[in-house]
């Protein structure tokens, strides 16, 4: 599958010019797509126990019922009107081969896409004007969808219902777009938009990114470092003058004690990059199946399954990415570190596959792939 920039536009205009800044429909963003799924599959999808899915329905004037899944399998039994979606995310996570379709996409690394999810909404059906917090491609995939927009990003508004979504009662649409199988519109975060189904039933796909906020990060860095750096350090206040106002914190005081709070975040510069990997790798909470028993294979028995042609492949769940500092290679997965060959380190990651050739044989690889193995992170194809 290939994105089809409009006249005059490529990946890197696009990152240049619109790319966290502005909308951008594109018209026949993928000729000829064809949507492998449809609404049955997808509504047993959102049923299925490990399934992040949601059915939102417009009940009233700025009301809506949110049911969020795994939904009860006559769930649609009951369901009455047009206006309502269903939505189910993670969808590259249930179903491994969608990830094929984030290929295009992968022009942005890996760490920063977060999901695949795919809607389904009755003529009618929407799920209200609101704001997302992150970038998103909107993908149509089957039947028709007016999509309306405002031009100017929002600030500050908060998601309402049952902090999942952040609807607007003000919304005024400056553009209005029907979008077509194949046609795609790319939204910054902030940017007010509202998709209805028109003509017929239609399935929308979103590519959906995330971008770390620092009030998530900073606790959890705090903890970190406070395990690992040396952080007994004190404020400090040799040759002080004396001070005629006592009641104040002096500017210089401020200034010393802000300098160490800094200095604890950036003092050991290759531990602060080891926590950032490994939390861009943490595993999205998503309901994982019940924990499967530790695997127990030998390097010899992945040596022999590689030289028959078997190949390795990254579960569908895990996220992998790799560093390089200092000629030093560091694979991270499921949010921990690795010491890993530069080789195989870019075939888990950029291929999220590895055949014999993918390993540096002067290295512990193969002992690496076997702890891979044995956590269920990297496992023989189509045993997943
Ligand atoms: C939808 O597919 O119905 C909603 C997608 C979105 O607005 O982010
Ligand atoms: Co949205």
Not at 93 to 119: A, C, G, H, T, V
Not at 184 to 208: K, N, R
Not at 234 to 253: C, E, M, V, Y
Request: proline share 5%.
């Amino acid at each position: 599958m290939k994105l089809q920039w409009p006249e005059g536009l490529d990946e890197a205009r696009f990152l240049n010019e619109y790319w966290q800044q502005k909308p951008l429909l594109i018209r026949s963003a993928f000729k000829d797509f064809h949507n492998p799924i449809d609404p049955n599959e997808l509504a047993g999808l959102s049923c299925e126990e490990d399934a992040n899915s949601r059915f939102m329905q417009h009940t009233g004037n700025n009301e809506w019922r949110l049911c969020e899944g795994p939904l009860s399998d006559d769930f649609f039994d009951d369901v009455t009107g047009n206006e309502w979606s269903l939505l189910v995310s993670d969808i590259e996570k249930l179903l491994p081969d969608f990830r094929q379709y984030l290929e295009p996409f992968r022009f942005l690394p890996d760490w920063r896409i977060d999901d695949l999810m795919i809607s389904y909404a009755p003529v009618g059906g929407s799920v209200g004007a609101h704001v997302d917090q992150y970038d998103v491609f909107l993908l149509q995939a089957d039947g028709v969808r007016e999509w309306r927009i405002e031009n100017t990003p929002r600030q500050g508004v908060q998601p309402s219902v049952s902090n999942t979504i952040a609807l607007l009662g003000d919304f005024l649409a400056d553009e209005t777009w029907q979008l077509q199988a194949g046609d795609m519109l790319y939204l910054p975060p902030q940017f007010a938009h509202h998709g209805i189904a028109v003509d017929e039933p239609c399935m929308t796909w979103s590519i959906g990114f995330r971008a770390p906020s620092i009030d998530e990060m900073l606790p959890e860095v705090v903890n970190y470092l406070l395990e690992s750096v040396q952080s007994k350090q004190r404020f400090q206040d040799i040759k002080r003058p004396a001070t005629h106002q006592p009641g104040l914190i002096s500017q210089t005081d401020l200034i010393a004690i802000k300098a160490i709070l800094s200095q604890a975040l950036t003092q050991d510069d290759s531990t602060l990059s080891q926590w950032i990997a490994r939390y861009l790798t943490e595993p999205k909470e998503i309901q994982e199946p019940d924990e499967q028993p530790v695997n127990t294979i030998s390097t010899d028995a992945i040596v022999s399954n590689l030289k028959n042609s078997a190949v390795l492949t990254c579960h569908s769940h895990k996220r992998f990415a790799y560093t390089q500092q200092d000629n030093h290679t560091t694979l991270y997965a499921d949010g921990q570190a690795y010491d890993c060959s530069e080789i195989l380190a870019s075939a888990i990651c950029n291929q999220r596959s590895v055949g014999i050739s993918d390993i540096d044989k002067n290295s512990h690889d193969l002992d690496l792939l076997a702890t891979l193995f044995n956590k269920h992170i990297v496992l023989f194809e189509d045993h997943e």
